[in-house]
Antibody, heavy 118, light 112 residues
Framework: QVQLQESGPGLVKPSETLSLTCTVS????????WGWIRQPPGKGLEWIGY???????NYNPSLEGRITISQDRSKSQVSLKVSSVTAADTAVYYC????????????WGQGTLVTVSS | DIVMTQSPLSLPVTPGEPASISCRSS???????????LDWYLQKPGQSPKLLIY???TRASGVPDRFSGSGSGTDFTLKISRLEAEDVGIYYC?????????FGQGTKVEIK
């Protein structure tokens, strides 16, 4: 059974970099894609981007330039960095297993709330 | 970006009755391989989204058969044949045909 667990600081100051880690169990990050989605409080879902098993990345253009997604296969972890954050980046951040064939997010983590505030 | 429009945004349903949610895409989600790249997710209160339907009409593993997805191109529908109390939450459609992947606004299903 695939399980994903997000972790990282719950509070980040404006203009700083948000860094999150997703630890995967029950599957290898050496296969499939691993994506990030976020949800501002009380709002809908926004696709952030993903990293493939080979390390290729694809980011939402609305966030491109501020996003870095990478994986550490040895630790079965996928990471997300968002630079120059503002209050608009306050959201629950989810990591998810994404199939290459259909782009479907099959498994989701429980999510972690990140608040951007001074 | 592809705009996904769901309707209704709020749907009160009596338990045991059917429910239907519409999702329309600003561009076709039909690939030349014959698949529609449209998924449905359910986010129950306080939980992360869970996959219900992928490629327009294929139920994910473990999803009850009262859930069904249909449609092609730009118009899609999620149907619940008989609503149960555990089905309350926000339903999202998501397209994966065009980058960036985009979600509908969500439809809140509640018990009438």
């Amino acid at each position: 059974q695939v399980q994903l667990q997000e972790s990282g600081p719950g509070l980040v100051k404006p203009s700083e970099t948000l860094s999150l880690t997703c630890t995967v169990s029950g599957a290898s990050t050496s296969s499939d894609c691993w994506g990030w989605i976020r949800q501002p409080p009380g709002k809908g879902l926004e696709w952030i981007g993903y990293v493939t098993y080979s390390g290729d990345t694809n980011y939402n253009p609305s966030l491109e330039g501020r996003i870095t997604i990478s994986q550490d296969r040895s630790k079965s972890q996928v990471s997300l960095k968002v630079s120059s954050v503002t209050a608009a980046d306050t959201a629950v951040y989810y990591c998810a297993r994404r199939t290459t064939a259909s782009g479907t997010f099959y498994n989701w983590g429980q999510g972690t709330l990140v608040t951007v505030s001074s | 970006d592809i705009v996904m429009t769901q309707s209704p945004l709020s749907l009160p349903v009596t338990p045991g009755e059917p429910a239907s949610i519409s999702c329309r895409s600003s561009e076709s989600l039909l690939h030349s391989n014959g698949h529609n790249y449209l998924d449905w997710y359910l986010q129950k209160p306080g939980q992360s989204p869970k996959l219900l339907i992928y490629l327009g009409s294929t139920r994910a593993s473990g999803v009850p058969d009262r859930f069904s997805g249909s449609g092609s191109g730009t118009d899609f529908t999620l149907k619940i044949s008989r609503l149960e109390a555990e089905d309350v939450g926000i339903y999202y459609c998501m397209q994966a045909r065009h980058a960036p992947q985009t979600f509908g606004q969500g439809t809140k299903v509640e018990i009438k």
